[in-house]
């Protein structure tokens, strides 16, 4: 019997005592290992596909060049940056603070409609888990009740000989991701040039190699579904943007409930029993270690172990699927099917835009960059009735193509500008060249002390590559 005081019950307060907890750890605060049986069934299949299909994109990706660029590289320590095969310089650096942001927003607006799809079937810690590390536990201990089991038992020759090689085969993988990993940041040529020459010779990089490849081993054989439950701000962030119109994965309880065990032969509607048949299918698949029938969670990724465990219960029992399934929680509330709302659309439509934001700035950035700035402390001189102004131009070829220069002044006119060397300037590709160049006008054209002025580079058909804006220093003079 439950006590009643104002609108909360003993009982309500007794049902949401999850909320207070996490479903890996005891009431001391104790590690639970979550051992969750092998999923099988439609969308266990659709998210394998896709995470081959990722994992194919990993590990081929530092092999893939456009224009001779590696499609991907981030290399910090020599600031070298490739993106889909498109250099990125410090003078980029503006874009991709753009792109972050952008990509933010993105991400935000994804989840206010489409929930957390990304955590159960794009993160790339769900795919090692699920894909790599959890199939290896299938492999060599068995499905759910023998890995139970191995965990209870003595430490035999059975469980040493199984841990061991499980154990082994982790770290075997760990490195081998790391030596991928280092290659998005220093290319797959000098991965395989530390591996011929050794580590002694690249001392520093082989420890960063090491202490990648044991956090990664330490995350994957150890640490595991905690990354999603503690350390991960994204679920957290959810309670925020999640609302009653975002698809997630639900339990349908005005169906399921009453909850009771399955009895051969009985009508459960005529005995006001719901679908759930209390078999906790969907609680021993999942990866987190929750149960899907208390609502939303925040240790919920949307993997639909639990949507594939209790469509095949519902299909051997004879009641129809989808008892939990992609829905809103509106949906599950007013009993309705499942609408691509305006406000579903609209959302959608703005992340399209977004992406299509996103590859304008990668790359709108022009082929050619290029400044050109007073040297600190110079000023003008005055020879012969003409005024000169020395300016140091920094010039960067964005491309992988040789490019013959030519500097302008396009705006004032009758400028002469002198050259500390050729006139016409040789550019390699991926290059950034430095010189000095002298801009001299007839004194009677400049007006005032500050001249704005606008410099062009072209190429040697005559396409401007790029301009640069600056000031054309003269004496001061006094207008009437």
Known sequence: MSIQSGDIKTSDIENEAFRNSVGTMDETGSRKWVFPRKPKGKYTNYRNYVSYFLLAL??????????????????????????FGQPFYLQDFFILALGAVTSVIFVMLFTV???RIFCGWLCPQTIFMESVFRKIDYWIEGDRNKQMKLDRQEWDAEKIRKRITKWSI????????????????????????IMKEGPIDHSLKFIGMIGFAMTFYFVFAWLREQV?????????????????????????????????????????????????????????????????????????INCTACIDACDEVMEKVGLPKGLVRYATEAEIENQEKFKFTSRMKVTTAFLVILIGFLGFLMYDRGSMEAKFIKPAGS????????????????????????????????????????????????????EILKGNINITFP?????????????????ETGKMLDSFDTNFEGPFKLLL
């Open 113 to 115: 409609v489409f929930g």
């Open 379 to 430: 000023t003008f001189f005055i020879k012969n009735g003409k005024i000169t102004n020395t300016f140091i131009y920094t010039l960067l070829n964005k491309t992988n193509e040789k490019k013959t220069l030519t500097i302008k002044v396009m705006n004032p006119k009758n400028a002469e500008i002198t050259f500390f060397g050729s006139e016409k300037i040789i550019l390699k590709g991926d």
């Open 170 to 193: 982790f770290i075997l993988i760990s490195v081998i991701i790391s030596h991928f990993m280092f290659m998005y940041i220093v290319g797959y040529e000098e991965v395989i040039k």
């Open 228 to 300: 999603c439950t503690l350390v991960c701000p994204y679920g957290r962030l959810q309670g925020v943007l999640i609302d009653k119109q975002t698809m997630n994965v639900y339990y349908d309880f005005k169906r399921g409930e009453n909850r009771s065990k399955w009895r051969n032969g009985e009508d459960r509607k005529a005995e006001g029993k719901g679908d759930c048949i209390d078999c906790q299918q969907c609680v021993v698949v999942c990866p987190t270690g929750i149960d899907i029938r208390n609502g939303q969670q925040l240790e919920c």
């Open 58 to 83: 990993f590990f081929g990706l530092p092999f893939i060049k456009i224009n001779n660029n590696p499609f991907l590289l981030i290399n910090v320590i020599d600031r070298r940056f490739f993106i």
């Open 443 to 459: 004194e009677e054209d400049i007006k005032f002390s500050k001249q704005n002025m606008t410099i062009g580079v072209f190429d």
